[in-house]
Nanobody, 125 residues
Framework: QVQLVESGGGLVQAGGSLRLSCAAS????????MGWFRQAPGKERSFVAA????????VYADDVKGRFTISRDNTQNTAYLQMDSLKPEDTAVYYC??????????????????WGQGTQVTVSS
C-alpha cells in the first residue's frame, strides 16, 4: 500500500514557477509509476504528467509539455512536479497518484490505485 501527501501549492503570478512534492510512505513506492493530475473548478480531473518507476520515462499532457517537468527520487520516496511559465489556466487542485498497472494505461485516471489529498495551485493574471 502507498500513502501520498502533496505539498508546494500556492498562489503565483502568471509566468512564475512552483514545485510540487509528493511524499510517499509504504514499501511499494519504488516500484510504482507516479502521476500528477489536476482538477479545475467545474471541470473533470485530467492527466498532467507521469514517470515510470524503473526507466524514468516521462509523459506529459500536451498543454503542459515544455513547461512542466516530472521527476522522482526513489531514495527519498518523493515525486516532484516542477511547473514553469505558469498560466492562469493552470489553476487547479493538483493530485499525485501511484500506478501499478501496465505502462500503456499510465494516462488513465482509473488505472491509478492510490491518491493524495491534493494541493491548490492558483495562478493570477
Amino acid at each position: 500500500q502507498v500513502q501520498l501527501v502533496e505539498s508546494g501549492g500556492g498562489l503565483v503570478q502568471a509566468g512564475g514557477s512552483l514545485r510540487l512534492s509528493c511524499a510517499a510512505s509504504g514499501r511499494t513506492f519504488g516500484s510504482s509509476n507516479m502521476g500528477w493530475f489536476r482538477q479545475a473548478p467545474g471541470k473533470e480531473r485530467s492527466f498532467v504528467a507521469a514517470i515510470s518507476w524503473n526507466t524514468g520515462i516521462t509523459v506529459y499532457a500536451d498543454d503542459v509539455k515544455g513547461r512542466f517537468t516530472i521527476s522522482r527520487d526513489n531514495t527519498q520516496n518523493t515525486a516532484y512536479l516542477q511547473m514553469d511559465s505558469l498560466k492562469p489556466e493552470d489553476t487547479a487542485v493538483y493530485y499525485c497518484a501511484a500506478h501499478r498497472r501496465p505502462i500503456g494505461t499510465i494516462r488513465q485516471m482509473d488505472a491509478y490505485d492510490y491518491w493524495g489529498q491534493g494541493t491548490q495551485v492558483t495562478v493570477s493574471s
